[in-house]
C-alpha cells in the first residue's frame, strides 16, 4: 500500500523558513517523480513544485520559483521542501503527491499524504 | 496557465439523485483531464483521468466524458461518502491546475 507521510508544518512568522519533509513507502521510490500541492484555507489545489525520480530534474510554480526548494533523498524515500522567505499568502495545507511517472512532466498525482499545515503570521 | 472553470461551484442533493459537475478549459486541452475528490478534512483522491477513465477501485457510478474544452463528471446514484469537493485538473502542459472546486451538499 502506497503511504506518504508529510511532517515539518508549523507557525512561523513572515520572512522566515520552515522545511516540510515527505516519507514515502508501498512502492519503487526512484521509479516516479513527487509534486507538492497546497491548500490555502477554504480554497482550491495548487501545485507547488515537483521533482523527478532521480532528483535531477525540478520544476517549481512561479509563485514559489526563487524561495522554494524541493530535494529528495532516495536513500531514505523521504522528499523535503524547503521555504524561504515565507508570506502570508504562504498558509496552506501543503501535500505531497506521488505522480503516475518519474519525469516532473508527470500527468497525475495518484496517491496523497495527508497534508502538513504552514501558517505563516507574526 | 490554462485555467479551469467549474460549475457549479456548489450543489444540493439527496441520496440516490444523479449529479453533474462541468469544468471547463480556457484552450483545449485534448482529453488530458483529471477528477477528484476530497472529502472534509481528508486528502484529495484521484477518481477519472483521460476525462473518463476510471482509477483502479473506484465506483463505476462515477463517470466522466467531454472533449476539446468542455468537459463533465457524472455521479449516477449519489451515495452518502459522496458528499464532498470535487476538483477537476488538466495535464495537458505545464503548470497542471485546477478547477475551484464544487462542493456537493447535502440536500
Known amino acids: 500500500e502506497v503511504q506518504l507521510v508529510e511532517s515539518g508544518g508549523g507557525l512561523v512568522q513572515p520572512g522566515g523558513s520552515l522545511r516540510l519533509s515527505c516519507a514515502a513507502s508501498g512502492f519503487t521510490f526512484t521509479t516516479y517523480a513527487i509534486s507538492w500541492v497546497r491548500q490555502a484555507p477554504g480554497k482550491g489545489l495548487e501545485w507547488v513544485s515537483a521533482i523527478s525520480g532521480s532528483g535531477d530534474h525540478t520544476r517549481y510554480a512561479d509563485s514559489v520559483k526563487g524561495r522554494i526548494t524541493v530535494s529528495r533523498d532516495n536513500s531514505k524515500n523521504t522528499v523535503f521542501l524547503q521555504m524561504n522567505s515565507l508570506r502570508a499568502d504562504d498558509t496552506a495545507v501543503y501535500y505531497c503527491?506521488?505522480?503516475?511517472?518519474?519525469?516532473?512532466?508527470?500527468?497525475?498525482?495518484?496517491?496523497w499524504g495527508q497534508g502538513t499545515l504552514v501558517t505563516v503570521s507574526s | 496557465d490554462i485555467q479551469m472553470t467549474q460549475s457549479p461551484s456548489s450543489l444540493s442533493a439527496s441520496v440516490g439523485d444523479r449529479v453533474t459537475i462541468t469544468c471547463r478549459a480556457s484552450?483545449?486541452?485534448?482529453?488530458?483531464l483529471a477528477w477528484y475528490q476530497q472529502r472534509p478534512g481528508k486528502a484529495p483522491k484521484l477518481l477519472l483521468y483521460?476525462?473518463?477513465r476510471l482509477q483502479s477501485g473506484v465506483p463505476s457510478r462515477f463517470s466522466g466524458t467531454g472533449s476539446g474544452t468542455n468537459y463533465t463528471l457524472t455521479i449516477s446514484s449519489l451515495q452518502p461518502e459522496d458528499f464532498a469537493t470535487y476538483y477537476c485538473?488538466?495535464?495537458?502542459?505545464?503548470?497542471?491546475?485546477f478547477g475551484q472546486g464544487t462542493k456537493v451538499e447535502v440536500k
Open positions: 484552450q483545449g486541452i485534448s482529453n488530458t
Open positions: 503527491a506521488k505522480e503516475d511517472c518519474p519525469s516532473t512532466s508527470c500527468s497525475l498525482f495518484d496517491n
Open positions: 485538473q488538466h495535464y495537458y502542459n505545464t503548470p497542471r491546475t
Open positions: 483521460a476525462a473518463s
